[in-house]
């Protein structure tokens, strides 16, 4: 569903990303990994359409990202780690918003802002202004927003930082059914037990290079995923 292939950005004379290359399968959990400024944001928004890339390709769904933008970005939710939404706007217009861009029929629509809303216990919240929720609340709204158009890749930047017990445990279980309906999800992040238990596949990255990747139970042998991070850094 995702390929990346052969991949480097440079920032100046920095190599942010050195010739990443995996492939992210239909209807598995794919875990990215790695320190802070290793990479993992700049490939992010490098496979979202964002962020331009100086060498390689990344296909979605056999789709250049670079040739076929809008047919990629059809497929996709992005959602980064910080949240930067319209302040001025009520949660329900922002979401709205987004489905309006992907076209989502209100029936569609209707039910599943209304099912992820109760979810995250955030449906008497809707018609207040975004500038005035925590980080955790705008986070739950950009949740919504990307799951209500039931995106077929949903792409996402340490999507549970900021979230209460309640709320990650419903997004673990959200992610779950993504994947067994056939969907696809890429996400980084810093909870390796977490990623550990959930993730079918990961990669691990540092300092721009892909130094890890493939099936979690083979990454992790008979060790922890931390403790394989931790030994990877430490080289």
Known sequence: MIKIKGVSKYYGKKKALDNVSFEVKEGEIFAFIGHNGAGKTTLIKSICGILDFDEGEILID???IKDEPIECKKKMAYVPD???LYE???AIAYINFVCDMYDVPSEVRERNVRRYAEMFGMENELNNTLSAFSHGMKQKVALIAALSHEPKVLIMDEPFVGLDPKAIFDMKEVMRQIVKDGGTIFFSTHILDMAEKLCDRV???KKGQLVKVGDM???RGDKSLEK???ELEAK
């Open 217 to 219: 139970k083979k990454i």
């Open 62 to 64: 056999g789709k250049s």
């Open 228 to 230: 394989v991070f931790l």
């Open 88 to 90: 001025g706007m009520k």
């Open 82 to 84: 910080n949240p930067e």
């Open 203 to 205: 990669a691990i990255v």
